[in-house]
């Protein structure tokens, strides 16, 4: 088993945590991998600051066996309330679960598996953050040879926002997020498979309205 520890967020201030101020919950989606189960967990520690301290676990489980093949855990000091607690709040481009569900605000759920690098494997986008007026950010996972999830550190450092649009004929992911008032910022990644690298190849102020 191989643990992922990614520090996103802390509070700066020392915590004492009881059980008034400490929420958990916990989620199972049977429903999102060919291969995989996921269950997700988050253990939110309510401060007087105007951020909670979340820490959000994310298990890998075989679909035949429901052997836990890996854990991924991500810690965040601002996640809505919702976050992770309601469990419909997910998508998958692989079994097609809400992927007619309208992503308001740019948020595409909690835990999504697409193919983000086209190698027709099974990847993993996981909110970190509520975000700001552009929606929330994500921490994103390939599936390596051997079956065990990496995260992609240009997407997760550079994109950080989910595509608006996969293609897989060219290759790239589009973001679309707002850049004022009145107009989106568009920006296209393509992926090389030879050298196995992302770049822009475009970004561009788009008015909102069209």
Not at 23 to 35: E, T, Y
């Amino acid at each position: 088993m191989i643990i992922l520890l990614v520090m996103i967020a802390c509070t700066t201030k020392p915590v004492r945590v009881n059980k008034q101020n400490m929420q958990s919950a916990n989620c199972i989606h049977n429903d999102l991998s060919q291969i995989f189960d996921f269950q997700t967990k988050i253990n939110r520690i309510k401060t007087q600051n105007p951020w909670d301290s979340c820490v959000i676990s994310v298990l890998i489980l075989n679909k035949l066996t429901h052997k836990q093949l890996q854990e991924i855990v991500l810690t965040s000091n601002y996640l809505f309330d919702d976050c992770f607690i309601e469990c419909n709040n997910v998508r998958s481009f692989i079994t097609n679960k809400n992927i007619d569900s309208l992503a308001v605000d740019n948020d595409f759920g909690d835990l999504i598996v697409c193919d983000l690098n086209f190698d027709l494997k099974e990847d993993l986008a996981i909110k970190n953050s509520s975000g700001g007026n552009g929606g929330p950010t994500y921490n994103f996972y390939n599936l390596n040879k051997f079956d065990q999830f990496e995260m992609d550190k240009y997407l997760t450092d550079s994109m950080r926002f989910f595509p608006l649009l996969i293609d897989k004929k060219s290759k790239t992911l589009t973001t679309n997020v707002h850049a004022n008032a009145y107009q989106y910022l568009s920006t296209d990644y393509v992926f090389n498979i030879e050298l196995n690298e992302w770049k822009i190849i475009d970004s561009k102020l788009v008015d909102a309205n069209k």
